[in-house]
């Protein structure tokens, strides 16, 4: 599997093709979850907060405090992770292992699966919370442009996340795929040759028996000279 190998991944060892590496679905995806996360806590961070006359800032979203966190926090959270699994996808095909790759596969499936059940809790949470904001209670003219927007990234984050949790999926479902292993080390191996046999062109073979001596036999012949037979008694 020269172009494909375990996991999604070429054999280990491979050159790294980086026009490849970026027309990867996986790739793609990867760097439109970084973005968005990055739109969310920072639209939250920047403008998420706004003052009644006070030093005391209150969140946009309905004066919920846990909204505009809850926010940052996955946001933040999802940002490094997408750093981290996009170094672990440039170095995936120097991993010699199939355990390590195995785990590696395992480990991006189930964070992407979560993190795809937290911003879809995180995008109902910000719009229920946007929808009981009243603007008598907050001037929302000043933060009105990064909730909406913190609101409609966090659902293209939904779509993202579960993009590459598919991809995940494929790529540990084509590692457990063993006949693919199975055919190639079938086909790359030659045929084995029979032993050749004892026996050789345009000779007859002859039996083992045929190299037996004749039991010995005492005879008269046989004897030698001044050879008396022992008396009987």
Not at 132 to 161: G, N, V, Y
Not at 180 to 186: A, G, I, N, R, S
Request: aromatic share 14%.
């Amino acid at each position: 599997m020269d172009g494909a190998g375990s996991f999604g991944a070429g054999r280990a060892g491979s050159a790294f093709d980086p026009i490849a590496f970026i027309k990867q679905p996986q790739t793609i995806l990867r760097v439109l979850a970084w973005i968005f996360s990055m739109v969310v806590f920072a639209s939250i961070i920047n403008e998420g907060y706004v003052n009644m006359g006070s030093e005391r800032l209150h969140c946009v979203f309905n004066k919920n405090a846990d909204a505009c966190n809850y926010g940052i926090t996955i946001g933040i959270v999802a940002f490094l992770a997408c750093v981290f699994f996009l170094a672990l996808d440039v170095y995936f095909p120097q991993i010699s292992s199939i355990k390590d790759r195995k785990r590696a596969v395992l480990l991006e499936m189930v964070f992407s699966g979560f993190w795809t059940f937290l911003w879809f809790v995180g995008f109902c949470f910000l719009a229920s919370q946007w929808s009981h904001t009243s603007p008598k209670e907050l001037p929302l003219e000043q933060a009105s442009d990064a909730a909406r927007a913190a609101i409609a990234f966090s659902f293209f984050s939904i779509l993202t996340w579960a993009g590459l949790t598919v991809c995940a999926v494929q790529r540990f479902l084509l590692g457990t795929d063993m006949t693919l292993f199975t055919t190639e080390q079938t086909a790359a191996q030659p045929p084995k040759q029979p032993y050749p046999s004892n026996d050789v062109i345009g000779q007859t073979t002859i039996p083992v028996n045929a190299y037996q001596s004749p039991p010995l036999i005492e005879t008269v012949e046989t004897r030698p000279p001044g050879y008396k037979i022992p008396p009987a008694f």
